[in-house]
């Protein structure tokens, strides 16, 4: 394929994109008409029978539903109350996965929660109440994720765990907690070990000033229900005129946390690629290589519809060869033009990317960096070349999540723009991954990933949760 050709195909798509608010009109019924679409319930399955039709409208092909078993949550009354040295209710969430529980301690301060932190402090945790701060990273920085907060917790005998947001704005810090068996399906096994409960900055920071005085105690009582359920992928397909069996595949999770919209996590990333899917069926048939659009189902509770599909698709013998995998966690945030591709740990991608964007005449950011808290990992612990391709400008200068993960995930912090700038980008970076018969990418070997995953820190964590080597 010519150079000019495959201009002439990025224009096609770049007018559509441009002249249309197909994305805005989709995050809008997902957000203000479905609202949180928590994995496992009725509004989740709402969203992919939605996703699936549009799917179909657009012309993509093999549109199914791709069921799996999960564990649900259900959350009921959370109340939390300082007991000693001074009496008083404070506002408070439980984190999906907490169990049911009554229970009144002493409460440590971990301050950021490292893991110095718990060492320092591991003689005095047993039978406390932790509280430590949520994630604490900056944008581009890399720190400690909630859940190995949790566990630190547990294994040195913490009865319960408090996680302060970083932002200000009277906003409840959610999560899932980690399980005792987290690879498992089955509620019993996924309900956490013990409470985690989501506080505001403001409460943290308050405990925080109390504990600098003496000693705080605090009761938690929280009623709340694990329970077997279903999830889905809702997966569509561009086959591939010359190598239908190589596949890039691209998309973002529709599912969201029960206390917001969750519009930004990750509802602007799935109608990203979404449109991905919409305009790239124009082309249908004069793509080299199969592109599969994917709307991942259960991310927010361990990455489950992207852990299902690695499984059933990226195996030995399946048939299928992952050419690529591109999420959108996080795609199509804010007002546009602050896009960033992170990769997973491909140095050797750098430069393909970084030489695409002079190509493209569009700058973007481009990173390495290998971590195992979004849907490409189930991906990169096989080997495969894969990046997350996200918009930083809604959450400038805040720290962790930002709005995500609180009650202010919402509709108004996305704009059409934004949804448009990411999804033209994606789409040309899909384009170029189908067409460009130059691309350097290569799939490792479970070797060499081993030794990602012991590069970053992260191979013990993964192996004892059963994820490596991969099923």
């Known amino acids: 394929m010519t150079a000019e050709h495959l201009r002439e195909m990025e224009k096609e798509i770049i ?246 919209q969750g519009a930004g996590d990750d509802g602007a990333g799935t109608v990203v690629g979404l449109e991905v899917g919409r305009v790239l069926a124009r082309l249908k048939g004069k793509l080299r290589r199969t592109v599969r659009v994917i709307c991942f189902g259960a991310e927010e509770l361990g990455l489950l519809g992207a852990w299902h599909h690695a499984a059933l698709h990226a195996r030995p013998g399946s048939g299928e060869r992952f050419r690529f995998v591109l999420n959108l966690d996080g795609a199509g945030r804010g007002a546009g033009g602050q896009e960033q591709l992170t990769l997973s740990g491909l140095p050797e991608l750098v430069p393909y990317f970084t030489g695409l964007a002079r190509v493209l005449k569009y700058e973007f950011a481009v990173r390495d960096e290998l971590h195992s808290h979004s849907d490409h990992f189930p991906f990169a612990v096989r080997g495969i070349p894969n990046a997350t391709l996200n918009s930083r400008d809604s959450t400038a200068g805040m720290i962790g999540r930002g709005w995500g993960h609180t009650e202010a995930d919402t509709l108004d912090k996305v704009s059409l723009r934004g949804l448009q700038m990411a999804a033209v980008l994606a789409a040309r970076l899909v384009l170029w991954l189908s067409e460009d018969e130059t691309f350097p990418g290569r799939q490792r070997s479970l070797e060499e990933v081993r030794q990602q995953l012991a590069d970053a820190g992260i191979l013990e964590r993964v192996q004892q949760a059963g994820r490596f080597p991969p099923a």
């Open 15 to 260: 007018g559509e994109i441009w002249t249309s608010d197909e994305p805005w009109r989709n995050l809008v019924y997902l957000c203000d008409d479905l609202g949180h679409r928590f994995a496992g319930t009725q509004r989740e399955h709402k969203a992919a029978e939605y996703l699936r039709a549009r799917m179909l409208d657009y012309g993509l092909e093999n549109v199914r539903l791709e069921a799996f078993p999960m564990a649900s949550w259900e959350r009921g009354p959370c109340r939390l109350t300082l007991t000693s040295p001074l009496e008083r209710p404070l506002p408070a969430v439980a984190m999906p996965y907490c169990p049911s529980a009554v229970l009144e301690a002493e409460v440590i301060d971990v301050g950021e929660g490292e893991l110095p932190d718990f060492e320092r402090l591991a003689d005095q945790i047993p039978g406390k109440v932790v509280l430590t701060d949520a994630e604490t990273n900056r944008p581009g920085e890399r720190k400690s994720h909630r859940t190995d907060k949790f566990n630190w917790a547990i294994e040195r005998g913490a009865i319960a765990c408090l996680f302060i947001n970083q932002n200000p704005g009277q906003l409840h810090i959610t999560g899932s907690l980690s399980g005792r068996g987290p690879q498992s399906s089955l509620a019993a096994d996924r309900e956490a070990a013990i409470p985690g409960i989501g506080l505001s900055y403001e409460t943290g920071h308050a405990l925080r000033r109390l504990a600098q005085r003496g000693p705080i105690r605090i009761r938690i009582e929280t009623q709340n229900r694990t329970f077997d359920a279903v999830s889905y992928n809702v997966v569509g397909e561009i086959p591939g005129a010359e190598h239908p069996d190589e596949i890039i595949l691209v998309g973002g999770h529709y599912d969201g946390h029960d206390i917001s």
